[in-house]
């Protein structure tokens, strides 16, 4: 079992950054791959970054590419997510998630734990 806790979240003005943490309780969390993904109002859940066990391998969906950077500390047990130039459209709950696999997965069908949630909200 692993428990994932999300924070990081809040209000920022289009154009600003936040980072996001994603603290993960298990002793084997350098061998998962990890995941961001988000659900706006009204809208489905979306993939947004993955990262591979290694933190080697990188994936984005095209919305966050040049702006969302995942990467993980496993010392910390920790993944985060710097978002730059956040825009309005960025507004949703992000939760992060893993996977057992060791590589970058887009769906979130392969992902086998999930955090909460935070909130980020952007304002124009």
């Known amino acids: 079992q692993v428990q994932l806790v999300e924070s990081g979240g809040g209000l920022v003005q289009a154009g600003g950054s936040l980072r996001l943490s994603c603290a993960a309780s298990?002793?084997?969390?350098?061998?998962?791959?990890m995941g961001w993904f988000r659900r706006a109002p009204g809208k489905e859940r979306e993939f947004v970054a993955a990262i591979s066990w290694s933190g080697g391998v990188t994936a984005y969906a095209d919305s966050a590419k040049g702006r969302f950077a995942i990467s993980r500390d496993n010392a910390k047990n920790t993944v985060y997510l710097q978002m730059n130039t956040l825009k309005p459209e960025d507004t949703a709950i992000y939760y992060c998630?893993?996977?057992?696999?060791?590589?970058?997965?887009?769906?979130?069908?392969?992902?086998?734990?999930w955090g909460q949630g935070t909130q980020v909200t952007v304002s124009s």
């Open positions: 298990g002793r084997t969390f350098n061998t998962y791959a």
């Open positions: 998630a893993v996977s057992i696999g060791r590589t970058v997965y887009r769906s979130e069908r392969q992902y086998d734990y």
